[in-house]
């Protein structure tokens, strides 16, 4: 059997290709392409980017499993579906969120919190079987607090308003050479800005130990804490627990652990891409 599975985000797209039940000792294949959104990108631009994974994986599977940032509804799902099964020779597809990837691959059949930081941000309850609850994810402009963009807007702020310390401002100028007018237009008139936004992550990653950049990670993760789990219960939140994936939690685990022994909450674990957990589930049961 062949199975074809992605892990969609803002920024890129994890997929791979697993032979289940074969003698011929044939590896997993992997590819890496561009994130793909039915909610944001148009029909010709999703195409275009499933023929770069048909000529890297294939074009024929048994099955299908897409899950995605912006699949929040069975509109926006069917829509996917239907992309899918244009571009590729499959009877059972089937696309679902990204949360629903995360919580299953994470908990598998136990009931906790699941906490997305990538690029965005966004959290769910999943009960042991299926999410029955989750927050209201808003979209960059007015949410993502956790999320890659989060901590980079702020330091974009703070780099051109001239508040950042003069070492960050210069080593940041060095390193982008970018003006203002830059900034503009990236934001108000080219696509994906909050994937842009997004892109200046590895700078905070890289000078995390400077105190100005340690300071400005430590509050903006207070300020996701505090907004992001006010609707979960203690008990949800101290017996069952919460666990993060994506690139940005990996990244700032540290920061994680401190804000959740702080408050007495329960880490279940951190995990960049909870695609692995997943194909590991896939293969149990196979």
Known sequence: MKILIADAGATKTD???????????????YYTGIGISPLHHD???????????????GDSFDRILFYGAGIGSPLIAGKMETILSEMFTCRDIKADSD????????????PGIVCIMGTGSNSCHYNGKEIDRKSASLG????????????????????????????IVEEFEKRYSLSVS?????????????RWIAGFMPFIVENISHPYIKSLVES????????????????ELKEEGIGFVGSVAYELQ?????????????????VSKPLDSLIHQIKMKA
């Open 140 to 167: 960059y402009l007015l949410d993502d607090e956790g999320g890659g963009v989060s901590y980079c807007r702020r330091l974009l702020s703070d780099v051109f308003k001239g508040i950042a310390p003069k070492d």
């Open 43 to 57: 029909t010709d631009m999703i195409e275009e980017e499933l023929r770069l994974v048909r000529a890297a994986l």
């Open 99 to 110: 949360m629903a990837g995360a919580a299953m691959s994470m908990l598998g059949s136990e």
């Open 254 to 270: 540290s920061f994680i652990e401190s804000a959740m022994q702080k408050r007495g909450w329960k880490l279940r674990a951190i």
């Open 182 to 194: 830059d900034v503009v237009n990236h934001l108000y008139r080219q696509p994906s800005p909050n």
């Open 15 to 29: 997929w791979v290709k697993l032979i289940l039940g074969s003698s011929t000792g044939k590896e997993d294949e």
């Open 220 to 235: 903006q993760t207070e300020y996701f804490f505090d907004r992001e789990f006010l609707s979960y219960s203690d008990a």
